[in-house]
């Protein structure tokens, strides 16, 4: 098998070239939980060179419904091994590395990466990949998810201060609006790496009404 034939159905989209230019790109995907997992698998079989996966946490089984990448068998492993684990059997093609370690630590690294996406659950944590972003003029993609609403914005210029960093605790969540947030934030993802333009510094905010009616809302975001 040769990487037209496995990518064939985007080559068709928008040609060998811009195919072929995704090979050199690297970015970072924070945390593989629910979000990382739908990240992971989205970006990891698209064509992207290189992705690092990072997150000290392991697979539990209150996980598994709405993390994607695992199975019952992943239960006790980490998380970012068992997604890297999951994305070399489905794409040889891909550079895949996991980072069992937290924010801080990666860090202190100095890798660098054409995009970073944040799939954390963790207000501070989101904080700290915005400075680290910024001081090493990397745009990021944030995106968050709880009950049936979630928000995606990718930072160029825009200021992550706004929110209010507290130690807020997640209400009940479900699979399905996890992958919706999840590919809207790996479309973003994959549109900025294939060179195709991507609205920046614009939060859209989604959620279902009593009814059951998807609502998107766009909300302009103040430069830092």
């Known amino acids: 098998m040769t ?13 060998e070239t811009t195919q072929r ?12 939980g629910g979000l990382g997992c739908t990240l992971a698998l989205a970006l990891g079989t698209s064509g992207i060179g290189e992705i690092h996966m990072v997150d000290f946490d392991i697979v539990s089984n209150h996980n598994i419904h709405r993390q994607i990448a695992f199975t019952l068998e992943d239960e006790g492993k980490n998380k970012a091994k068992a997604v890297v684990s999951l994305l070399k059997s ?23 990466y054409d995009l970073i996406l944040d799939a954390t659950d963790n207000l501070p944590v989101r904080g700290e990949i915005d400075k680290y972003a910024k001081q090493n003029n990397t745009p990021w993609i944030y995106a968050s998810v709880e009950e049936f609403n979630g928000q995606v914005c990718f930072f160029n210029e825009a200021n992550f201060q706004v929110f209010n960093i507290s130690d807020h605790k997640p209400g009940g969540i479900a699979a399905p609006i996890v992958m919706h947030i999840g590919s809207l934030q790996a479309n973003l993802a ?8 991507v609205i920046k510094d614009k939060l859209y905010y989604l959620y279902f009404s009593d009814e059951g009616e998807l609502i998107t809302q766009k909300f302009g975001m103040p430069k830092a």
Not at 21 to 32: H, T
Not at 97 to 111: H, L, P, Q, R, V
Not at 190 to 197: E, F, M, N, T, W
């Open 21 to 32: 230019s995704l090979e050199n790109k690297k970015v970072a995907i924070i945390g593989a």
């Open 90 to 112: 489905k794409n040889p093609f891909l550079k895949a590395i996991a980072f069992d370690m937290n924010f801080d630590d990666f860090m202190e690294m100095g890798n660098t």
């Open 3 to 15: 990487s037209e034939e496995y990518f064939n159905r985007q080559i068709q989209l928008w040609g």
């Open 190 to 197: 994959l549109r900025y790496l294939a060179g195709l333009s």
